[in-house]
């Protein structure tokens, strides 16, 4: 898991909203002094060279290495999208692309093994254009997950500590990197109420919410993870981000 010695620091990002105008998230995430931005691309309808147009005004701002990618149907439609994807900021500097193994609220039930088909030339896309796959966790079991990372040995685990969190969960972090640390390459770091489902996942500042994410971040540091860590704070002052990142750079430290 480790990719650099474990006394290096680790880089921390913040996520951008994409109902929001990304310059002015990217230039506030520059001057709260975020190591790089995570591109939300969820509600993004550029097209591939537009995106990569505006990746690369951004990038000259602040780092866009990591980037979210919309909630899939599982179809070829969905595939092409997001190779585009992969093709409009991959050049920029983007290294990982992160998804979800649930479909798209609006989509009708899709089963796991055409979810994995899928997953599995997306992730052969993204290995012949030299980026990651990282696949995140909502509210699926680890064994859920663990079935679909042993069934694609290229793609890789995004810890999500706040949707581990949800349904009571106050363990749920651990358990998570217990069972999947050893693909681990990118964490998501938000706080919550331990609510239930969508309306549970507040994406609050670190500390305003009851999820012990020190710990977290201390067990997920003391496993060997020496990665990118990004801030997904979607409510709270410009000042609550501050604090949240100051938080993660001590919480990190080997």
Not at 35 to 63: C, F, N, Q, W
Request: proline share 6%; hydrophobic share 40%; charged share 30%.
């Amino acid at each position: 898991m480790p990719t650099r010695p474990l006394d290096a620091r680790m880089r921390i990002g913040g996520s951008t909203y994409s109902k929001e105008p990304f310059p002015k998230q990217v230039r506030e995430l520059r001057e709260l002094g975020f190591d790089y931005a995570e591109m939300d691309l969820t509600h993004v309808t550029l097209d591939s060279a537009k995106l990569r147009e505006l990746a690369i005004e951004l990038a000259g701002s602040l780092p866009l290495e990591t980037a979210h990618l919309p909630p899939s149907h599982f179809r070829a439609a969905d595939l092409a999208r997001f190779v585009g994807l992969l093709d409009a900021l991959g050049p920029v500097g983007t290294q990982i692309f992160n998804v979800h193994f649930l479909p798209a609220r609006a989509a009708p039930a899709v089963s796991a093994e055409v979810r994995i088909a899928w997953l599995t030339d997306l992730v052969r896309a993204a290995e012949d254009r030299g980026v990651l796959v990282t696949l995140e966790n909502v509210e699926e079991t680890t064994t859920v997950l663990r079935r679909v990372l042993d069934a694609l040995s290229d793609l890789r685990f995004c810890l999500d500590i706040g949707h581990a969190h949800l349904e009571g969960r106050g363990d749920g972090a651990r358990a998570y990197l217990l069972a999947l640390g050893d693909r681990l390459s990118l964490v998501h770091a938000h706080d919550n109420h331990r609510g239930h489902g969508e309306p549970g996942d507040e994406h609050l500042p670190l500390g305003k919410g009851i999820n012990d994410v020190e710990r977290d971040m201390r067990e997920i540091r003391r496993a060997g993870y020496d990665g990118r860590v990004t801030l997904e704070i979607f409510k709270g002052t410009p000042d609550d981000k501050r604090a949240s990142l100051r938080k993660m750079r001590r919480w990190s430290r080997p």
